[in-house]
């Protein structure tokens, strides 16, 4: 087996409101499915499990007899496209449980995680793209030819997907016909507009921007070079694709396989990358079904011959009706209001099957026969290809047998694929026994009352948001951890708040638990140590109590910021050693929840973005002291000679020889020394060394990555720079430049005014109104008549008087000017 992560298999995973929400006239049908199969190995624990099986929390009892190992297979992806924020919100969550069981319950959990590799929507996708890429070599310039097929897409893609619009449309009448026909749907309502918006409309807007991205590029095609051809195929693809693929897809051959499987290859590789950057870990055991095939036909055959399934021209089906004739067999425990709901099972079917020769519509595929253009293997059946369900099936049984203790994954997953898992499953072992002790399903997530879906393209991929700055690993992992794991999620702006706050909240309690080491307490009376630990003693009990109570981590992280608040009051009178129990507690904790790569049984203290490199701490903390020494010297206006200066430099001298990640600290270090002993030699004012301190933590620090935050009557404290303290920096930085534009824009404006007032008072009382408005003026200038020869009114006359007047003190004060006088 190889051991690395895999990639989500889920079509219809995970932003939406949550379904598991039943109607009310279902909730009847619940209470007659079986009853839940307690384990009767192992030893039970304290720990209990919200168990799909039982829709309760249900006390949790290993298979192993010792209680110490756990079995657990996770469903992993389809890979055909980029993991989005819903694939974080399952994985994620996945982890976060699985690290508590072994991190912090014990348990010696063997995790396995399949790659769905062979699927419709692989095949759809791979052979398209291949088509699409030969189109593109056949036409490396924009042609006639591709023109004219391009437009046979557009119209074929408008056809199936926007049938409201005319046949034949033509491009150029796209925006105006789409804007109308589907003027509520563009206008944030339902088709018939006479609702909210769902999956339908969201497909619908995708559709549109599909067309009109292709209608762009034929309304003004460039010819010329192999750039523009580039150009146009990009914005044409997704309409050439479908329509390529219906003309030739059936040219791929069945054996080719290489073609499928790169397509999977790339996007496996690309989930791992961004599982890695949510600080996921990797399966132990991750399984794919192209690896499986043999495993996948003997399966099946074990279910035909044990007469659970039956064989059709199209393929090997599950058969339900005989499966539930066995006494004890019961058909989709997990959603039994869904057993007979269309829609789910054909999409669990995959858009290439048909249900040709199935007895009955909710009969499932275990074993595909490949039609031609899809990828096929031999079997004892015909030649084909497995059904989405069996894989699950297969691998999870061969990897950890004929019991398992856990089986997770999204909750869109419960019916019909989990489902179908335990009947397949169980049909196959016939033990009489459970196939699956616990399933657990991980709740929905909604950003802002948005569903995502990948058939949509309405999704965040996680590599968007990451690199876009919406979400870090961390701030995600807490929101999850903040929401819980089995009810859905809303991401909101209230929450992502809630969730930097809390980061932010811990972040300050690590550095002050840190900064003991560089400062220690010297207030300290240890007067309230009991108090403080009696709070760690009921924060540990409230955290072991929620976690047991199926991994309630809400509760936990309340209880530890609780702690945390109460050391907070207290800390000045607490011991050192009893605030260092906390921070080990709560960095333990933390790591366990895998918001941070470090091992929870490492013994330092604290986060990423709450310490600085281990390497150059004893040169920043050097450079720390001698500047709070010389800061607090310069403050209180104190000599600072070349004697006290070289007195306090020669504390810390870097040794001529370190490591070679502690060079550019020790460098840091004795420049700033050397800078001091200049400004000493200088006999420099206290302003100098000031700015040198200055210069030091707001450029030569921060540009390496560590801030001293200044503090009222104590010591520098040092951090790490982090994203909160680019962001008040970045603030403070953009408030400052909006003060200096403003004061330019003063300036400017005043110095034009004096300009302005200058040429003014150039001009003599006697010409200033010796205008065409006017025909007569008296012997210093001011008009008597206008220009009709109609005598000026009187009270406008005194109105020109004062104009005048205040002329002729401007120009008189000019004359003085220019005589020097």
């Known amino acids: 087996m190889l051991l690395h992560s895999s990639i989500t298999r889920f079509s219809r995973i995970t932003i939406t409101t949550l379904r598991f929400t039943t109607p009310l006239r279902h909730r009847s049908k619940m209470a007659q499915q079986p009853p839940w199969q307690e384990p009767h190995q192992g030893t039970p624990s304290k720990l209990v499990l919200y ?373 397949q499953s169980e049909a196959y072992w016939s033990t009489g026994k459970q196939w699956i002790n616990y399933f657990l399903h991980m709740g929905h997530l909604s950003i802002a009352g948005s569903k995502m879906s990948s058939s949509g393209r309405n999704f965040i991929t996680i590599r968007e948001a990451l690199s876009n700055g919406d979400y870090t690993p961390r701030s995600l992992r807490i929101i999850f951890l903040m929401g819980g794991w089995h009810t859905g999620i809303q991401i909101e702006d209230d929450m992502k708040r809630a969730a930097a706050g809390f980061e932010s909240y811990i972040t300050n309690f690590f550095l002050r638990i840190n900064d003991l080491e560089m400062h220690p307490n010297t207030k300290s009376t240890g007067s309230e140590d009991a108090q403080v630990l009696e709070a760690l003693a009921t924060a540990k009990s409230k955290v072991h109590d929620a976690l047991a109570d199926s991994f309630d981590t809400p509760t936990a992280l309340r209880a530890i910021r609780s702690l945390i608040e109460t050391w907070n009051r207290l800390s000045d009178d607490v011991n050192d050693d009893v605030s260092r129990q906390l921070g080990q507690y709560v960095t333990r904790m933390v790591r366990i929840f895998g918001l941070d790569k470090a091992s929870p049984d490492d013994g330092d203290i604290g986060w990423t973005g709450a310490v600085v490199p281990e390497e150059g701490k004893e040169w920043i903390h050097a450079a720390s002291r001698l500047r709070d020494e010389v800061r607090q010297r310069a403050i209180a206006k104190e000599p600072l000679s070349l004697e006290t200066v070289n007195s306090l430099v020669s504390k810390d001298k870097p040794s001529k020889q370190q490591d070679a990640a502690a060079v550019p600290w020790a460098e840091l270090l004795s420049k700033f020394q050397e800078e001091l002993l200049l400004l000493a030699q200088q006999k420099a004012e206290a302003k100098a060394y000031l700015e040198l301190c200055d210069e030091l933590r707001d450029t030569h620090l921060w540009n390496a990555g560590v801030y001293l935050e200044d503090r009222t009557n104590a010591p520098a404290m040092v951090r790490p720079v982090d994203a909160e303290l680019r962001a008040e920096r970045e603030q403070k930085e953009a408030i400052a430049q909006q003060k200096a534009e403003a004061k330019q824009k003063r300036e400017r404006e005043e110095a034009e005014k004096k300009a302005r007032l200058g040429e003014q008072a150039k001009i003599s009382p006697k010409d200033m109104f010796k205008t065409e408005e006017y025909s007569a003026w008296d012997d210093d200038g001011v008009p008597t008549k206008d220009k009709e020869g109609i005598d000026v009114p009187k009270s406008k006359g005194k109105k020109l008087r004062k104009e005048w007047e205040k002329q002729k003190k401007l120009h008189e004060e000019h004359l003085k000017g220019v005589d020097g006088s």
């Not at 310039?141 to 074929?156: E, G, N, P, R």
């Not at 040219?251 to 499987?261: A, V």
């Not at 059904?387 to 990897?399: L, R």
């Open 51 to 423: 168990n799909s099986l039982t829709k309760t929390k249900t006390p949790f009892r290993p298979i192993d007899p010792e209680g110490k190992k756990v079995t657990w297979y996770s469903c992993g992806p389809t890979t055909y496209d980029y993991s989005h924020l819903g694939h974080a919100r399952n994985y994620v969550s996945n982890d976060i449980l699985r690290r508590i069981m072994k991190d912090y319950f014990g348990f010696q959990v063997q995790y396995v995680q399949n790659v769905t590799d062979i699927d419709d929507k692989i095949i759809l996708r791979a052979r398209s793209q291949h088509l699409l890429s030969e189109f593109k070599t056949q036409h490396p310039q924009v042609t006639a030819d591709t023109l004219a097929t391009t437009l046979k897409a557009f119209h074929a893609y408008a056809e199936k997907n926007l049938p409201l619009l005319a046949p034949e449309l033509k491009p150029e009448d796209f925006n105006s016909e789409s804007a109308v026909k589907y003027a509520s749907v563009l206008a944030g309502k339902s088709l018939d507009g006479t609702g909210l918006p769902g999956d339908k409309e969201a497909k619908i807007k995708m559709h549109i921007q599909v067309l009109a991205k292709a209608a762009t590029a034929l309304l003004a095609p460039k010819k010329g070079s192999e750039e523009d051809a580039a150009n146009f195929h990009e914005d044409a693809a997704d309409v050439l694709m479908p329509y390529l693929d219906s003309l030739h897809g059936s040219s791929i051959s069945s054996s080719d396989h290489g073609i499928f499987s790169a397509l999977a290859k790339k996007y496996e590789i690309l989930f791992d990358e961004d599982m890695e950057a949510l600080n996921v870990l990797p399966p132990d055991v991750t399984t794919r079904v192209s690896e499986y095939v043999p495993q996948v036909v003997s399966f099946t055959e074990e279910i035909v011959r044990k007469g659970f399934g039956y064989a059709t021209d199209t393929g090997v089906y599950f058969d339900i009706a005989a499966f539930e004739k066995v006494e004890g067999n019961h058909y989709a425990r997990l959603e039994p209001w869904n057993k007979h709901d269309s829609s789910l099972i054909a999409d669990g079917e995959g858009s290439l099957s048909t249900k040709s020769g199935k007895r009955s519509e909710g009969d499932f595929a275990l074993w595909k026969a490949s039609r031609v253009g899809e990828p096929a293997w031999e079997s004892s059946f015909m030649q084909g290809r497995p059904g989405w369900h069996i894989e699950c099936s297969v691998m999870a049984s061969e990897t950890l047998g004929e019991q398992i203790d856990i089986h997770s994954g999204g909750i869109d997953l419960c019916f019909p694929h989990h489902d179908n898992e335990l009947a």
